[in-house]
């Protein structure tokens, strides 16, 4: 087959006074930030994983694990860079990615812009190709009591 689909998921905590990095840019002003052993990117994570299924390569905390010192602190987008690395030298290219980033606050449309413009090119594709949609949970579980932030994302993967 020529083309394959993946999907991922990713969670993270949200704690006060910590930086909230988010698809790639650091969100300006947020209250809380997201807790982990990397820099927390909830979105990337969940692009890593979805194009890593895409491709049958295991997940990001296989390639990456949260106990490896290498990894602490880091910059996502080094991961999801290393991934498409992956996803070429097997033979494929990312087609288009869609994703949908659940939270409470703060409110992240007017950022999505550079959140594009920063994941395309780690993944050799263009802005267009690259959807990233937002919504909350109506105040609803730990979404809404703003415990936790969460990302969905989908993937489409090509033969070249
Ligand atoms: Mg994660």
Not at 19 to 35: N, T
Not at 42 to 48: D, G, R, T
Not at 103 to 112: D, G, Y
Request: proline share 4%; glycine share 10%.
């Amino acid at each position: 087959m020529n083309i394959r689909v993946g999907m991922g998921y990713d969670v993270h905590q949200l704690e006060t006074g910590r930086p909230f990095f988010l698809g790639g840019v650091e969100l300006p002003g947020a209250p809380k930030g997201a807790v982990g052993h990397s820099d927390a990117d909830v979105l990337i994570h969940a692009i890593c994983d979805a194009l890593l299924g895409a491709a049958n390569l295991r997940d990001i905390g296989f390639h990456f694990a949260n106990t490896d010192n290498r990894w602490k602190g880091m910059d996502s987008k080094f991961f999801l860079r290393e991934v498409t690395r992956m996803i070429h030298e097997r033979g494929w290219k990312v087609v288009n990615v869609d994703c949908t980033l659940c939270l409470e606050k703060p409110k992240v449309n007017p950022h999505i812009p550079a959140m594009k413009k920063s994941l395309a090119p780690l993944m050799d594709i263009t802005e267009e190709e690259v959807s990233i949609k937002a919504t909350t949970t109506e105040t609803l579980g730990y979404v809404g009591r703003e415990e936790g932030v969460n990302a969905m994302a989908v993937v489409l993967i090509a033969k070249t």
